[in-house]
């Protein structure tokens, strides 16, 4: 018999000897790695969540965005923001109310931001 075909006689017996393990036998929590020799368990790890003034940092403004897109000009958003000062809602509002922006537009802008 070849070398090949011994090689994939023993790739066989192996794979055949692995599917007949029991599967209460194949998991031992209490058993030591084979190689470190030490006891396997869980290992936790730590997750640090930015708050929200780091993710402010990633997330533009929409009157910068809008600026930087160049789909509207600065007169506009300073005009935009005045108002808001006066009338308290959200810029996008103010935006379609003033008729500088179609809502279904600015829509599709904040999602893709």
């Known amino acids: 018999i070849s070398s090949s075909l011994n090689l994939k006689l023993w790739r066989c017996m192996k794979l055949i000897t692995f ?16 190689r470190t020799k ?32 160049r789909i509207l000009t600065k007169e506009q958003i ?10 308290p809602c959200l810029l996008g509002d103010i935006l379609c ?5 179609q809502r279904t537009h600015l829509e599709e802008i904040i999602e893709n931001m």
């Open 97 to 101: 109310e003033l008729g500088y922006i």
């Open 19 to 34: 599917l007949s393990v029991e599967p209460e036998s194949m998991h031992l929590p209490d058993e030591p790695y084979l």
């Open 78 to 87: 300073d005009n935009a923001l005045s108002r808001q000062l006066e009338q």
């Open 38 to 69: 030490k006891t396997i368990g869980w290992d936790k790890t730590d997750h640090v969540y930015p708050d929200d003034n780091a993710l402010n940092v990633f997330k533009p403004k929409l009157g910068e965005f809008l600026i930087a897109s």
